[in-house]
């Protein structure tokens, strides 16, 4: 009976230590504190939790279903659903521009990881499976928001592209998959996920152009840049627009999709699923 009691046991423990991370970064005010308090608590009726003002990720566990994460919903429960279930962490991470820096550190190197809140462990990290970039396509859409958003994208996007180059010996960088979240499509104001894209991608063109200059104006050379091995030339070719696209030569995969947290609109179900395909 013991073997089988010990087998029991270690097949049922399943350490924190070993649980997958889902990154949630973006802009102040985009709505990362409201979707965290959205998929842990199923559909809001109740007040918000304040926004996220603590310097330090905060991590919450999630449950997918693993049979067929496409199907899944995050207001099933799934315990009574009596569906085999997927753990996650979901890591809210400050948008202030002064603590960027180290959100971005986490994704540095070729397999990313995080020491977040709910590891227990001293020592053990997560492993980040994949990065959701929660944005306000209501902000978006007057214009005034999109040269910082952009910025930080263009930020979080570049620190995947260099982590491409700087691995270590033959062995590929894990692919990173992105989610950009447009967030607050139940205001009648916000901009369509289509033209959220397009938005941004032409911003993101515009400030690679800008960063490029600046090199140029401080002596790197247009070989070097055209080489694009280093540098803040986001995206392989030497293109003059910027998409999403290219960031796939650099096993970055980026999508589009647009939701919403509150109020009456398309709601969070498309953003679980991208992520519950990827855990
Ligand atoms: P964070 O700084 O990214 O964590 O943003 P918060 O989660 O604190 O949200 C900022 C504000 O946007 C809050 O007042 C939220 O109630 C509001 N908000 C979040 N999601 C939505 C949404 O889908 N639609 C609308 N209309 N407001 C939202």
Redesign the pocket.
Known sequence: LAPILLHFLYSTATPYTTLPSVLLL????????????LFERGPLDLP?A???TSQVPSSIELSINSDDPSSASYKTNLDEAGATAKKFLLV?TP?HPKLRASSLAHLNSAEPTIKSSLVSDGGAKSKIKAVVF?V?A?ALADGDALPSTAEYLYDVLLTLQKRFHSRNGSRAPASMPVLVAA?????FTALPAALVKSNLEAELGRIRAARSKGLLDSGVGQDDLAAGEEGDWLGGDGSEKFSFAQMMEFDVDVDVIG?????D?PGAEKWWKWIGERV
């Open positions: 973006g802009p102040p005010g985009a709505g990362k504190t409201a979707l965290t308090t918000l304040k926004t996220h809210d948008g929660m306000d209501a967030n607050k499509l139940d205001l939701g919403s947290v509150t109020g609109g």
